[in-house]
């Protein structure tokens, strides 16, 4: 569904990402670990058309979308849920919702409030109110179901246990699966490496811009670099 060749990429004159190679099949979780400054959220904004790579290759269901528009890769089906939420403050829970159907899934923006409100019943008791005074768990319920609006092939969820209680990651892992049973194909960027390498099928470590490690995330759950990396252990 995803494949990445090559993929250069930076800021200004500045590399980052120093030819990544990756790939996401249809219906998989493959969880994208590594420390800040390891290149995570550049390769999310390249994915996503936030910015153009310097090289390389992004093909979406065969085709390419590197330096493609954002509005086309989500028409594409390859949607975003970014880190810290980036929920519209000052908008209503379902103005939000309504929004993640703007470019893709339209017509079917009703049924699909209906669906997401039955994944996150908390957001339906507050469908009225400001997204800005939720708390952070709402917030991230609410920019996962704007993503899930736009009826999505591959959703991109970039750190969504990120500031959250310990009892909630605990449910947002578990939707995680839940989506995951539902068939859709996620790439799931995260530093929680126990939860990550526990419902992914495969894993990938990304350090210093590059893939330093990849494989089935059982058998990188017993690896020893990043058993030392990353668990102490």
């Known amino acids: 569904m995803l494949e990445v060749t090559g993929l ?17 099949a249809k219906g998989e979780i493959v969880a994208l670990l590594g420390s800040n400054g390891a290149g995570k959220s550049t390769l999310n904004n390249n994915l996503s058309g936030l910015y153009k790579p310097f090289a390389g290759d992004i093909r979406f269901n065969g085709h390419s979308i ?13 949607v975003q849920v970014p880190e810290g939420r980036r929920v519209f ?8 919702l309504e929004l993640g159907s703007y470019r893709r899934a339209k017509p079917r923006r009703a049924s ?11 957001l339906k008791e507050r469908f009225g109110q400001k997204a800005g005074t939720l708390s952070g768990g709402e917030q991230q319920m609410l920019a996962i179901g704007r993503g899930l609006m736009a009826e999505p092939e591959l959703l991109i969820l970039d750190e ?3 500031g959250l209680s310990p009892l909630l990651v ?3 892992f578990a939707l995680i699966r839940q989506l995951h049973g539902q068939g859709l194909a996620i790439l799931l960027v995260e530093q929680n ?3 990550s390498l526990s419902i992914a099928d495969r894993a990938l470590v990304l350090e210093h ?4 490690l990849a494989g089935p995330a059982a058998d990188l759950l017993q690896h020893p670099a990043l058993k030392a990396a990353y668990l102490g252990i």
């Not at 209906?114 to 996150?120: E, L, M």
């Open 193 to 195: 490496v126990m939860q």
């Open 170 to 172: 605990e449910e947002m």
């Open 8 to 24: 250069r990429a930076g800021y200004g004159g500045v590399e980052v990402l120093r030819g990544v190679d990756l790939h996401v």
């Open 160 to 162: 969504p246990s990120l």
């Open 89 to 96: 403050p000052t908008m209503s829970v379902r103005e939000n």
């Open 66 to 78: 590197a330096g493609a528009r954002p509005s086309a890769i989500v028409a594409a089906g390859l």
């Open 112 to 122: 699909n409030i209906d669906r997401v409100v039955s994944i996150f019943p908390r």
């Open 209 to 212: 811009g590059r893939i330093a």
